[in-house]
């Protein structure tokens, strides 16, 4: 079984920046890739960000220039860093790693942008 725990949300003016950790434990060698997702009041949940163990990254076109994914040497915590936030922004923030069986998600973090 894996575990992940966020953490680095907050609130923010808009053009502000946050740092999202997300720390993964238990069976990680079984963990294909990362990534991290969103999800706003009355809307779908969306992929934001992903990497693979090969540290290859995918960011959505909404975020694109603006947010980065990363992950430390271990393997074992990924990073979203957010820089010029928007209002539209605003929505929890969930980890997300997956294996070829299975997926896991982690309890989510608030990011809250003002205008």
């Known amino acids: 079984q894996v575990q992940l725990v966020e953490s680095g949300g907050g609130l923010v003016q808009t053009g502000g920046s946050l740092r999202l950790s997300c720390a993964a434990s238990?069976?990680?060698?079984?963990?294909?890739?990362m990534g991290w997702y969103r999800q706003a009041p009355g809307k779908q949940r969306e992929l934001v960000a992903y990497?693979?163990?090969?540290?290859?990254?995918n960011i959505a076109d909404s975020v694109k220039g603006r947010f980065t994914i990363s992950r430390d040497n271990a393997k074992s915590t990924v990073y979203l860093q957010m820089n010029s936030l928007k209002p539209e922004d605003t929505a929890v923030y969930y980890c997300?790693?997956?294996?070829?069986?299975?997926?896991?998600w982690g309890q989510g973090t608030q990011v809250t942008v003002s205008s």
């Open positions: 238990g069976s990680t060698s079984r963990i294909a890739g």
């Open positions: 997300n790693a997956h294996g070829w069986a299975h997926e896991y």
């Open positions: 990497i693979s163990r090969n540290d290859e990254t």
